[in-house]
C-alpha cells in the first residue's frame, strides 16, 4: 500500500528528528541530487555537463534544492539558482561555495522573463519554490513565473526534464487541488512519505513519477495516513478465495435490483461485474424485459427472492421517480433492517436527498462526479460537477459526513471515502473506461466483494467487527475499483501495470467485465 500523509503529520514526524539534531535536509537534499542524476541518465544525458537551473523559493523548500545544487555542482553540473524568496541562508552558502550560479530575483522587474532565459539553456528545472508551507494559491511574482515556465513546457514538451522538491509548488498539499498555476512535473522528490496531493485528483495528474526519499521519519509507520492506494498485493490479500470448505451460500449471494424496462442493459452489465469478480450466486429481481435478457447471457443468475449477503440497488433505475424506484427504496428499506452491506447505485442515489439520511458506512455509493454533485445539492450543499471535479476527495468525504455512507467517486482517478478513516484513490484506469455501462459493471463488482464479506460486514452494524475490519468497506471498494482498473486495460491490450505504455484500443462495458477474470488471474496467481 503507498500511504500518503498530510503536511501536519508530516511536521509533526519531523519535529523529535530536528530536536535531537538529526540532519533531515542534509539527507533530503542529499537524495534529491540523485534522483536528479538518475532523471538525467534516464533520459540518455550524462551527469556531469548537464545544466540544471533551481527554482529556488523563501522557505525550507528551497534550502532542500539549494543544498542539492551544491551536491549536483560537485558532480560536474553546471548549477543555476534563481532566487524568488529569502533564500535559506546555509543552503545559500553551501550553494555558493559549491560554485552554484546565483542569480538573486527578488528585486527584478521581469522575474518570469528572467527566469524563462535561464531556462532556455537548462536540461533540468528543479522546482523548489514552495512545498508543504504552501498557503494557499501562489502569489506574485511565483505565480507569473509558474505560468510562464508552464506554457513553455507545454511549447516545448521534449524540453527540459522537470523535477519537483517535495511536491510541485503550489498544489493542494493535503486535498489535491489546484487552487493556482502549478508547473507540471516529470518525477517529484518527495520526502519521507508520499503528500495526499500526489495521490490525490486534480493535483497528482501533475506530479509525475513520484519517488519517496526516505529521511528517517519513522513515526509515520505507526501513524494513519490520509491517503491510501492499494497496491497489487494488498488486493490479493483482500480477495475471497474459495477453499475446499465453501459452498455458493458460503462465498455470498448477491441481490441487484437493477435495470428497467429503459434500461434492461444496466442489469446485465451488474450481473457480469458481479459474476466475473466471484461470488457464490446473484439473485436478480426486475421486470419482465431485463430478466429475460439477464438469463440470455447469465443462465445461471436466480431470479426468485431469498437469502442474500449483500445488495446492489439502483444500476439503470432512471433517476426520476417510477415504479423502479420505489421497488429500490423498499429494497434499501429491507436490506438496512436486515444489517446487510448495499451498493447504492446511479438511480438509487435519488432516493438519499430526503428519505434514508443516517446510513451505515457498509452502505457504498458509487456516484460519478454529477451524481455527487446532485446528492450534496439535495442534502443542501449547493454544489455543481466542476466544484466535485475541481476538488473531488474533499467533496466524497463531505458526502460520507453527511450521509454516513462509504462514497466511492468515480473518475479518472477513483477516490473512497468513508466517513472517517484514510481516503482512498485508485488510479490504474485507462482512459477507455469512460465508456457508457462501465459504472454497471464497477456496481456489481463492489457488491460481489461486500457478499464475500457479507457476514462480517453484517457484524459491523452490531459493533461485532473486529478491530482489523474498521473501514474495510471502503477498502473493498478501492479494491474493486482497482482490479476494475485493471480489466479495462486488459481488455484495452494493455499490461496491468497503470505506468505501461502504449495506447490500447476502444474496449465495451462488456468486455471489463469479461477481463475480471483475467486481471484477477494475473493477482491472485
Ligand atoms: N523542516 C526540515 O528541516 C525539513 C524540511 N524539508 C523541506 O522543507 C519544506 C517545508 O519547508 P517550510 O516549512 O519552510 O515551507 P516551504 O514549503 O518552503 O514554504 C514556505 C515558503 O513559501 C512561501 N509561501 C507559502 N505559501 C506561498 C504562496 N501561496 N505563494 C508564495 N509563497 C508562499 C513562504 O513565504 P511567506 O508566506 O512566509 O512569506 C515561505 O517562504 C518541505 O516541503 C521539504 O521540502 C525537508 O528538507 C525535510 C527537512
Ligand atoms: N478519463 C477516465 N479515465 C479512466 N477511467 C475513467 C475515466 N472517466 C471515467 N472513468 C471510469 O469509467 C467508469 C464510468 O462509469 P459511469 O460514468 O458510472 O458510467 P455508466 O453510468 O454509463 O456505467 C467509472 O468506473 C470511472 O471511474
Ligand atoms: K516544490
Redesign the pocket.
Known amino acids: 500500500m503507498i500511504s500518503a500523509h498530510s503536511?501536519a503529520a508530516?511536521?509533526a514526524a519531523?519535529e523529535p528528528l530536528?530536536a535531537a539534531r538529526r540532519p533531515?535536509?542534509a539527507?533530503?537534499?542529499f537524495a534529491l541530487a540523485t534522483r536528479v542524476a538518475a532523471a538525467l541518465r534516464r533520459e540518455g544525458y550524462r551527469v556531469s555537463g548537464s545544466i540544471v537551473l533551481l527554482l529556488v523559493?523563501?522557505?525550507?523548500?528551497?534550502?532542500?534544492a539549494l543544498f542539492a545544487g551544491a551536491h549536483l555542482a560537485r558532480r560536474g553540473c553546471l548549477v543555476h539558482a534563481a532566487l524568488l524568496?529569502?533564500a535559506?541562508a546555509g543552503g545559500l552558502a553551501a550553494a555558493t561555495a559549491a560554485g552554484v550560479q546565483v542569480h538573486d530575483l527578488t528585486e527584478d522587474d521581469d522575474p518570469a522573463g528572467a527566469v524563462l532565459e535561464l531556462a532556455g539553456w537548462s536540461g533540468v528545472w528543479v522546482d523548489?519554490?514552495?512545498?508543504?508551507?504552501?498557503?494557499?494559491?501562489?502569489?506574485e511574482p511565483?505565480?507569473r513565473v509558474v505560468e510562464a515556465l508552464a506554457e513553455e513546457r507545454a511549447e516545448n514538451p521534449g524540453g527540459a526534464i522537470v523535477v519537483a522538491?517535495?511536491?510541485p509548488?503550489?498544489i493542494g498539499v493535503d486535498d489535491g487541488t489546484l487552487?493556482?498555476p502549478v508547473l507540471p512535473a516529470d518525477v517529484t522528490v518527495t520526502?519521507?512519505a508520499p503528500k495526499p496531493g500526489l495521490l490525490l485528483p486534480p493535483a497528482a495528474d501533475l506530479a509525475g513519477r513520484v519517488e519517496v526519499a526516505d529521511?528517517g521519519l519513522d513515526a509515520l509507520d505507526d501513524a494513519v495516513p490520509a491517503v491510501c492506494r492499494l497496491t497489487g498485493d494488498d488486493v490479493t490479500a483482500l480477495w475471497p478465495v474459495p477453499g475446499p470448505g465453501d459452498h455458493k451460500y458460503t462465498r455470498g449471494v448477491l441481490g441487484l435490483v437493477a435495470g428497467s424496462q429503459t434500461y434492461p442493459g444496466a442489469a446485465v452489465l451488474a450481473a457480469a461485474g458481479a459474476l466475473r469478480t466471484g461470488l457464490g450466486m446473484v439473485r436478480y429481481l426486475g421486470p419482465e424485459v431485463p430478466t429475460a435478457l439477464v438469463h440470455q447471457r447469465f443462465p445461471e443468475v436466480v431470479a426468485v427472492p431469498g437469502r442474500v449477503q449483500a445488495w446492489v440497488l439502483g444500476p439503470g433505475v432512471g433517476p426520476e421517480p417510477s415504479v423502479r424506484s420505489e421497488e429500490v427504496g423498499e429494497a434499501l428499506a429491507a436490506a438496512l433492517a436486515a444489517h446487510r452491506p448495499v451498493v447504492l447505485d446511479a438511480g438509487a442515489l435519488a432516493l438519499l436527498g430526503e428519505t434514508f439520511t443516517d446510513l451505515p458506512a457498509t452502505v457504498v455509493l458509487t456516484p460519478h462526479a454529477g451524481e455527487l454533485a446532485a446528492l450534496l445539492t439535495a442534502r443542501g450543499e449547493e454544489t455543481s460537477r466542476e466544484d466535485v471535479e475541481d476538488a473531488p476527495a474533499r467533496h466524497a468525504r463531505l458526502a460520507a459526513e453527511i450521509t454516513g455512507a462509504t462514497v466511492l467517486l468515480k473518475g479518472a482517478t477513483t477516490v473512497v471515502a468513508a466517513p472517517d478513516g484514510p481516503l482512498y484513490a485508485q488510479a490504474e484506469a485507462t482512459g477507455w473506461l469512460a465508456t457508457a455501462g462501465a459504472g454497471d459493471v464497477l456496481a456489481g463488482m463492489v457488491g460481489a466483494l461486500l457478499a464475500g464479506y457479507g457476514d462480517l460486514l453484517s457484524g459491523e452494524l452490531h459493533g461485532a467487527l473486529p478491530s482489523d475490519g474498521a473501514g474495510l468497506p471502503a477498502r473493498l471498494a478501492a479494491a474493486a475499483a482497482l482490479v476494475h482498473g485493471r480489466a479495462a486495460r486488459t481488455a484495452a491490450g494493455l499490461t496491468g501495470e497503470a505506468t505501461a505504455g502504449g495506447a490500447g484500443a476502444p474496449v465495451t462495458a462488456m468486455d471489463v467485465a469479461a477481463a475480471v477474470p483475467a486481471a484477477l488471474r494475473a493477482l491472485l496467481g
Do not use: F, K, Q
Not at 128 to 138: D, E, H, S, T
Open positions: 503536511a508530516v511536521r519531523e530536528l533531515l535536509m539527507t533530503a537534499a523559493g523563501g522557505g525550507n523548500n528551497g534550502g532542500d524568496g529569502r535559506h523548489a519554490l514552495v512545498g508543504i508551507g504552501a498557503r494557499g494559491a501562489l502569489r511565483l505565480a522538491v517535495d511536491v509548488s503550489g487552487p493556482g520526502m519521507g529521511v
